[in-house]
């Protein structure tokens, strides 16, 4: 069992907290973190919205989502009626007058506490509310503002948001989320890197051939196409997810585990990314878009008909990525991520060089190049794909097999949810985890290049059937280079 190291006493005021990411993912976080004791007694939630509710009502609607979302097993007895007790709610415009007093009188009450404000609202609402909180006299040393993804949707409007966050708040109290990096086996990735010798030390050009990083889903855009539409794959998974997980992958080994020393390594392979421009942006990036199939043996619906209406969204998007650096030079990042996929599966594949002369026959398959798979989610866990002599007499036969690391099977424990972790992390003040404002732009400065390349080089997105793959143009994109994904359903 983990040792959980209880945090200081807080009130975390959650705007947005009748919406669904409070329901689905914060609430059943804060609730597991109080069941394991971390959250000290003297600690509130207080919900602040729009709708009238009582506080009352909000607890059951708390305890209704708790129930609908953590597995009933999970629930011990009476932890429930413990946790609800903690909660609190008061109706707020973030954007105007009402209820900011009633919220001031409050947080009154408990002047000491640590004061996470967790923005959990549309980004158009960050700045209003980072307004109202400095004008009712409710930042302190010891607040801390949470913005959600995403920050903007280009560089301007991420600028802007940052600039009206930054009136307020210095930086240090700032806490954007990317919650992959709040995922565990995420975290894993620099343990992997930096606390084993026989990784780091083959991590170069010379030794590994490319990268895949793969994020599918099989879930449609739900209940957001409104937003999704105004999104898509690139903005809303890749120009955060997928590049934080490159980062990681890529990033030379920080000083110490710090914030800053980990999010400077991390901004410098973003301003490392090669430019991708309307001269080559149809060579090396596809666009797709889902049509009617199906997904786990299920008929789904294409994206246009969820929609509802005509649209050129992408909810799939490949790449070929490139670090410049001397570590990097001439190793591919492919990277692809979508909706509707034939399974939940988010992994990062480094493929190492065949080695450069085979003393076995060619028959037995000598020059077999090594894979390391780092299944992110589900089934977390470490392959590493060696090449083995096949047992018996019949010559020097050669076969790869795997190294297997399943962590579910070596930790025997719960998986936290990446919020319990980042909450957790929030009270605590360590940023380490959170992206520092100008990793986040300059993550934005990269992706408006290839947003401009594809509006200067207009094209439909390709269809693909609802549980395959991705369009056929994203498995020519990696095998026009003599390469293929890793696809390995389990
Ligand atoms: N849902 C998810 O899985 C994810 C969401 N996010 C991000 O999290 C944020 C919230 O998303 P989500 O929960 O899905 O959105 P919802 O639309 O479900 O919820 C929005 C919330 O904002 C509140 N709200 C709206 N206007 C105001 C206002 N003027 N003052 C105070 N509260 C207000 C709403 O309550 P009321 O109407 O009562 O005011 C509601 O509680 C977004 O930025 C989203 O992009 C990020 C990753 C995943
Ligand atoms: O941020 C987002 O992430 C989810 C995928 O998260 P996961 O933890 O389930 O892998 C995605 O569905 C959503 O569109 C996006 O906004």
């Not at 449609?220 to 955060?240: C, F, K, T, W």
């Not at 400077?264 to 666009?287: G, M, S």
Request: overall charge negative; proline content about 6%; hydrophobic content about 40%.
């Amino acid at each position: 069992m983990a040792t959980i190291i209880p945090v200081a006493s807080f009130d975390c005021v959650v705007f947005g907290a009748t919406g669904d990411l409070t329901t689905r993912k914060l609430l059943p976080a804060l609730f597991y973190r109080f069941q394991d004791e971390q959250i000290p007694e003297t600690s509130r939630i207080i919900g602040a919205s729009r709708t009238e509710i009582s506080a009352e009502e909000f607890r059951e609607r708390a305890r209704d989502a708790i129930k609908r979302f953590v597995p009933p097993q999970d629930i011990r007895e009476g932890a429930l009626d413990g946790f609800i007790a903690h909660l609190d709610y008061v109706h707020v415009d973030g954007a105007g007058e009402e209820g900011w007093s009633a919220l001031a009188a409050l947080l009154a009450e408990r002047p000491d506490q640590v004061r996470p404000y967790y923005l959990a609202t549309s980004p158009d609402l960050y700045g209003p509310i980072c307004r109202n909180l400095a004008k009712h006299g409710l930042i302190g040393e010891k607040s801390r503002v949470v913005l959600e993804k995403p920050i903007g949707k280009d560089l301007t409007s991420a600028r802007a948001i940052n600039d009206a966050v930054g009136e307020v708040f210095p930086e240090h109290q700032i806490f954007r989320i990317d919650h992959y990096l709040g995922k565990e086996t995420v975290q894993n990735l620099l343990a992997l890197r930096f606390a084993n010798t026989i990784f780091e030390r083959l991590w170069t050009a010379d030794v590994i051939d490319h990268v895949q990083i793969t994020v599918a889903e099989t879930v449609g855009v739900e209940g957001r196409a409104g937003y999704y539409d105004r999104s898509g794959a690139l903005r809303d998974m890749l120009q955060n997810h997928l590049l934080q997980l490159l980062c990681l992958t890529a990033m030379e080994s920080p000083l110490n585990l710090d914030a800053n020393a980990v999010r400077d390594e991390k901004l410098k392979v973003l301003r490392a990314l090669k430019p991708i421009t309307a001269n080559d942006v149809h060579q090396v990036t596809v666009r797709g878009q889902y049509g009617a199939g199906a997904v786990n043996g299920q008929p789904v619906e294409g994206y246009l008909k969820e929609l509802d209406g005509p649209s050129r969204t992408e909810t799939f998007v490949a790449m070929k990525v490139e670090v410049q650096s001397w570590r990097w030079a001439g190793v591919p990042f492919y990277l692809r991520t979508g909706k509707r996929m034939p399974q939940k599966l988010s992994e990062i594949v480094v493929q190492f060089r065949a080695s450069p002369f085979s003393i076995f026959p060619e028959e037995s398959f000598g020059r077999e190049p090594n894979r390391l798979v780092i299944r992110l989610q589900p089934q977390e866990g470490m392959k590493l794909e060696v090449m083995t002599k096949d047992p018996g007499p019949g010559g020097m036969r050669l076969r790869p097999t795997n190294l297997d690391i399943s962590f579910e099977e070596t930790f025997k424990q719960r998986y936290p949810d990446a919020y319990e972790r980042l909450l957790m992390d929030v009270v605590r003040g360590n940023a380490t985890l959170f992206m520092r404002r100008d990793e986040v732009e300059a993550a934005w400065a990269w992706a408006d290049g290839v947003l401009k390349a594809w509006a200067d080089r207009p094209e439909t997105p390709r269809p693909y059937p609802a549980g395959t793959w991705g369009p056929t143009a994203a498995i020519a994109l990696i095998e026009r280079d003599g390469r293929t994904w890793h696809e390995e359903l389990r």
